[in-house]
């Protein structure tokens, strides 16, 4: 079974070059027309999701070869295909980057590639970089170039000279600091907390119009994933049972995918805000995503009433996952990057400090008990606990060195690794079950 849509995979040179931004304009832009738009974005990453989904409408979840796995890659574009006008995707970092890189995703479905290129202080060396961009890979499918952050209509001309033989020159979208989002250690500042965000997608989108960034790419094919037809839907294992779901501006690193999973295993979810001062609802289970706890201590610490609830849930024997964020705040303490410490929830002996570089980064696998669940790692605190780990997760590029520690006590699982529950859907059901 296969259909068709016309879809692009917006790649750059590097990180920093304006993807989301510009990714998100598109979606804007054509959404503004009446189109369905879908987004992905390639590989693990919470917080450009949250953009592309304010501005195209839509959830946004990742496409990984190896973390959500080829054929679950395949089956969700097929079935975006089938709803949508449009598709697109956000590459991350450089389209070359990583094992497996952007470049893989593109070639393995057919996506035709779109090059953003920063071009600001930059002039005919823009068409020798696309043009290694365009020929390094000659099976990959490229299908032009866009000009960011040009400095006049001038410059965008002499850009578009300067292109290469055989590609198409989509158009220059000058410099303009107003369209960007504002980031901080983790990267771009959560979209709730934006406030005029959707002024700023709709300057973004007025924006290529004006650059010319308007045509549509032309269609592409998306085939059903391999026995999609013929494999029945898998039993619900979580059928009737509630889970508590932290989620607020401390806690929000959750992909709809998980989300959803959930729900398709027949969970209720319940999600309660612990900053806000909540108490935990009446659940069977409990899910502390990741987030920004370090910039919400003082009102974490005041919640005695949900960390008393925790304890409670805990002791009784039900399961808790905590994961990155989530794992900090069941420690003992945590302190920002000034070394302002406070009090956290205790179930997990331990303290953590926010540090100045990077602390964990990669694509990792969890080896559990119940099975190995992929995903990826991305923080920079530094955490000292007094608990020895079940197990250390496994690197995807198998570099040997030792990946992030998993503990557990009772049926409370604590890691920094930030899973995709579909990935192993029996180890990941199995982790709330009761």
């Not at 879809?7 to 990714?23: D, E, I, M, N």
């Not at 598109?26 to 369905?36: D, Q």
């Not at 879908?38 to 979840?61: C, N, W, Y």
Request: a negative charge; proline letters at 6%; one cysteine or more.
């Amino acid at each position: 079974m296969s259909v068709s849509c016309p879809a692009a995979f917006v790649a750059a040179p590097a990180s920093g070059q304006g993807k989301t931004t510009v990714t998100a304009a598109m979606a804007r832009y054509h959404r503004n027309r009446g189109l369905r738009v879908r987004v992905f974005k390639t590989g693990p990453d919470f917080l450009d999701p949250m953009i592309l989904e304010q501005a195209s409408g839509h959830t946004v979840d990742p496409l990984h070869l190896w973390m959500v796995g080829e054929e679950a890659c395949r089956q969700m574009l097929f079935e975006a295909a089938q709803e949508a006008d449009l598709i697109l995707v956000e590459g991350s970092m450089g389209l070359f980057d990583g094992d497996p890189s952007g470049a893989d995703l593109a070639v393995k479905f057919g996506l035709p590639v779109l090059a953003l290129v920063d071009a600001s202080g930059m002039a005919h060396t823009f068409g020798a970089i696309v043009h290694g961009l365009s020929t390094w890979r000659p099976e990959m499918p490229f299908v032009g170039v866009i000009a960011n952050r040009t400095g006049s209509p001038g410059h965008g001309r002499m850009l578009r000279d300067a292109m290469p033989e055989g590609v198409h020159f989509f158009g220059a979208i000058q410099r303009n600091e107003a369209l960007s989002v504002p980031d901080r250690h983790l990267g771009l500042v959560q979209a709730g907390e934006v406030e005029d965000l959707d002024a700023r997608l709709e300057a973004a989108a007025a924006a290529i119009a004006e650059a010319g960034v308007t045509e549509l790419p032309a269609p592409v094919t998306f085939t059903a994933a391999a026995g999609a037809d013929e494999t029945p839907a898998p039993a619900a294992q979580l059928d009737g049972l509630r889970i508590g779901i932290a989620r607020d501006a401390a806690f929000a690193f959750t992909y709809p995918g998980n989300l959803a999973f959930l729900q398709e295993q027949g969970a209720q979810l319940e999600f309660f805000s612990p900053v806000a001062g909540d108490g935990l609802p009446a659940v069977d289970a409990v899910w502390l995503p990741g987030g920004y706890p370090e910039l919400h201590l003082d009102a974490l610490a005041a919640n005695t009433r949900l960390q008393a609830d925790l304890a409670a849930h805990h002791a009784a024997g039900r399961p808790i996952l905590a994961e990155c964020g989530g794992f900090l705040y069941l420690l003992e303490q945590l302190a920002d990057r000034d070394g302002h410490g406070a009090a956290m929830a205790g179930l997990i002996p331990g303290h953590a400090q926010l540090e100045d570089k990077l602390q964990g980064l990669g694509l990792q696998a969890a080896p559990l008990p119940e099975g190995e669940l992929r995903g990826h790692t991305f923080h920079h605190t530094r955490a000292e606990v007094g608990l020895e780990p079940i197990a250390h997760c496994t690197r995807a590029r198998g570099t040997g060195s030792t990946g992030e520690a998993v503990y557990r006590d009772g049926r409370l699982t604590a890691t920094y690794l930030h899973a995709w529950f579909p990935s192993n859907p029996e180890a990941a059901a199995a982790l709330f079950a009761s």
